[in-house]
C-alpha cells in the first residue's frame, strides 16, 4: 500500500543532543514538509522540499536542519539549537506546485526532552 | 501573507446532535484552495474535502456538509447527527494556487458524548 511511514513513533532525547527523525513515502510524490505540531494548537511548517537535493525554510526552522537525497525520503535532523523540541512532528508529501490537490500525511513522531 | 482562524477551539456535544465548525481564511490570492482535515486520536491527519476559490457550491458527503461562502471569506463544516467516532481534531486549512505551503488553522477539537 502507498503510504508516508514516519519512525520512531515515540522518541526521547536528552537535553543537548540531536536527533533524527524519519519519513519516507512510496507515492512517488515530489514534494515533501515537515510540520510540527504544539499540543492545542495548529501545524507549523518547518522545512520543506519540491524536488530532491533541494529545500526551503518553512515558518520555524531555526534549530532544525533537513536533507532531501532521494524522492523518497526526507529526514529531520533536530539540533541542540532547538531550545523547546518537545512537539509532535508530522511529515507530509504532496504532488508539486501548480497540481497541488492535496498533502498526505504520515503518523507523527512524538518527541521529549527528557 | 495568508492566514486562516478557527475561533472555537473546543465543541463538546451528545451524539446525535449537530455540530458546526466555524473556519475563516485571509488570502490576497484571487484563486486558491481551501482544505479540511480530521486528526483523530492517532494523530495522522485525514483529508477530508478540497475547495477551490472558484466553487462556491456547497457540498455533502453522507454526514458530512460544507458551506463556502467566498464574500465573508469563510468554510464551514458541519457534522450531521455526530457519533462518537467523529470526537477528534479538525483542521481547516489555505494554499493560494500553483503554491507549495499550507496554512493551518489552530484547530477545533470536537468531543462527541454518547
Known sequence: DGGITQSPKYLFRKEGQNVTLSCEQNLNHDAMYWYRQDPGQGLRLIYYSQIVNDFQKGDIAEGYSVSREKKESFPLTVTSAQKNPTAFYLCASSIPRGLFTEAFFGQGTRLTVV | AQKVTQAQTEISVVEKEDVTLDCVYETRDTTYYLFWY???????????????????????????????????SSFNFTITASQVVDSAVYFCALIKAAGNKLTFGGGTRVLVKP
Open chain 2, 38 to 72: 480530521k486528526q483523530p486520536p492517532s494523530g495522522e491527519l485525514v483529508f477530508l474535502i478540497r475547495r477551490n476559490s472558484f466553487d462556491e457550491q456547497n457540498e455533502i458527503s453522507g454526514r458530512y456538509s460544507w458551506n463556502f461562502q467566498k464574500s465573508t
